[in-house]
């Protein structure tokens, strides 16, 4: 991330394009979360893009991670906006954010065939 930061600092295209390329074809579950808040940051539209894709496909391992827990409540809710997931998820981590479930008060689990969060206590 910090030479894609000089690539657009400096304005040099060609070294922020092959940071972007770099940046998408190593696309993880254990970095989009980062990537895609410091490409909102770098106004980096293309690659947002390819965060949300990727996020949307691997909805149950992105918000299940470390990773999604530790990124800004503006970038999450920025995030939450822009995916298309289901109201139910959306809300969920909402209330996670704002303090309304916690990890110790309630499990969450996700479910692959609907694509949607159960509780269980």
């Not at 000089?6 to 770099?22: D, M, R, S, V």
């Not at 909102?40 to 909805?59: V, W, Y």
Request: charged letters at 15%.
């Amino acid at each position: 991330m910090p030479v894609l930061y000089a690539g657009k600092k400096y304005l040099l295209p060609a070294l922020t394009q092959l940071c972007a390329k770099f940046l998408e074809e190593n696309l993880h579950v254990d970095n989009v979360c980062i990537i895609y808040e410091q490409c909102l940051h770098f106004d980096e539209s293309a690659m947002l893009d390819k965060c949300r894709s990727f996020i949307e496909t691997q909805t149950k391992e992105v918000f299940a991670s470390d990773v999604f827990k530790d990124i800004s409540r503006m970038s999450a809710l920025q995030l939450l906006l822009e995916i298309n997931i289901s109201f139910f998820i959306c809300v969920t981590i909402c209330m996670y954010y704002l303090g309304l479930v916690t990890s110790h008060s309630t499990n969450v689990t996700f479910v692959y065939s609907m694509n949607d969060l159960q509780f269980s206590t």
